[in-house]
């Protein structure tokens, strides 16, 4: 019990208000010490009046007086002459005196301590203002034991008193936070155990209810991480589906594709010029589409497998690309532009350089398309000390605000109506598995610009240098 939330509040009401209760009871048992002591100045005062009324009294009459009043001595002080009103033997010296006249609440306290912890019997002296201005002022002695054992009497029934309003107190705040807060937490984490069994169920998301504000904004919290949690297993699923279909197509893609090779290794051999022409480059597109699909069963995973890096001539890439587009452009209203440097090399893997280009020319390609409008399509490059850089323009409508905020997310940076939103997924992951970047510069409605950038750097083994190797152009001629 002790370890649940509210045990716990159980026992720490009882302890705050047990300590409450101490800082009262001090002041409190200081105030009846005094309150004590001033009765006894006025008990005192009023057996006097037996003596002032008549001069001689008998002395078993003035020991019941004293007795009575719960004192040893009076001595009053009237017209500056100090006088000893009823007297009796004293038990033992006076040890202390105190004067209740103008006393500090710091010294009742202090005397009041004292008095509870010094158990041994003593007689003090105690001063006062007599009542109804009967003198300038009244001492009495008294014993201690009979104060000290009412200060104890007073103490224990005030001890019992602040037990019994800790109890009630801690008994009512213990079920008022089992009801307001601990079986609100207990509905959250259920409902967490029910989403953990079936997360993929969308009937198990918690649905907010609670009233207490912190509470209400926990559950609000914990809605959205199920909500994001559930959509990204159900794409998750999604994922692994296509990718199993994928595998099962790639499979029979590339023994159709197999046998498209051989009877384009036949049309090579045509004597035709036309055919001799475009022979090579249905050759070279059926190869790209076989190693694509035997890629795609090797490695069967959601990932590119590491790029092979070789010495390539980027206008010869370009050139491959545009005439593809070409192709599909059946309308002839997009313009491809080439200002690839005809001499510019660069180390890449051959044919993930043409899957990233292919995808980006073919997104600016379908874009302006979609405006219904003539466009223009440029493939530029550059390079520097550091790296080399290719640029993808189009004069197309620009990206919408939806693809740009997954702009390489799979399934979700899709710019057309129908696009699946993986070419720029797909380009993203193999430039950066080349050490590169892919950026996209600008978009609006003059047009989009994206950026490759492949590092010249090669880091070593230990990783702790790098080596710059010169581009195979500069080296050539070098």
Known sequence: MFNSLSGRFLVLTILFVMLAEVFIFVPSIARFRQDYMTNRLERAQIASLALLADDMIDPDLETELLKNAGVYNVVLRRDEMRELVLNSDLPSPVAATFDLRAPSSWSLIRDAIACLLDPSPRVVRVIGQPVQDAGLLIEITMPTQPLRAAMLDYGLRILALSAVISVVTAALLFFAVRQFLVKPIKGVVSAMKSYAAAPEDARRIIQPSASVRELAEAEAALRSMQTDLTSMLRQRERLAALGSAVAKVSHDLRNILASAQLFADRIETSEDPAVARLAPKLVN??????????????????????????????????????????????????????????????????????????????????????????????????????????????????????????????????????????????????????????????????????????????????RAAEVRLPSPKRASAE
């Open 285 to 462: 597109s059926i190869g790209r589409a076989v190693n694509l699909c035997e890629s795609t069963l090797a490695f069967g995973k959601a990932e590119e497998p590491p790029p092979a890096l070789s010495q390539v001539r980027l206008s010869g890439v370009v050139t491959d690309v545009i005439e593809g587009e070409k192709l599909s452009d059946e309308g002839g209203a997009v313009e491809f532009v080439d200002e690839v440097p005809s001499g510019l090399t660069l180390r890449a893997d051959p044919e993930q350089l043409y899957r990233v280009l292919s995808n980006l020319v073919r997104n600016a390609r379908q874009a302006i398309t979609a405006k219904r409008a003539p466009g223009r399509v440029t493939v530029s490059a550059e390079e520097d000390d550091e790296s080399w850089r290719i640029r993808i323009a189009d004069t197309g409508p620009g990206l919408p605000p939806r693809a740009r905020e997954h702009l390489f997310t799979p399934f979700q940076g899709g710019a057309t109506k129908g696009g699946a939103g993986l070419g720029l997924a797909i380009a993203a992951e193999l430039v950066k598995g080349h050490g590169g970047s892919l950026t996209l510069r600008s978009t609006g409605p003059e047009g989009t610009l994206f950026e490759i950038r492949l590092p010249k750097n090669v880091i070593g083994m230990d």
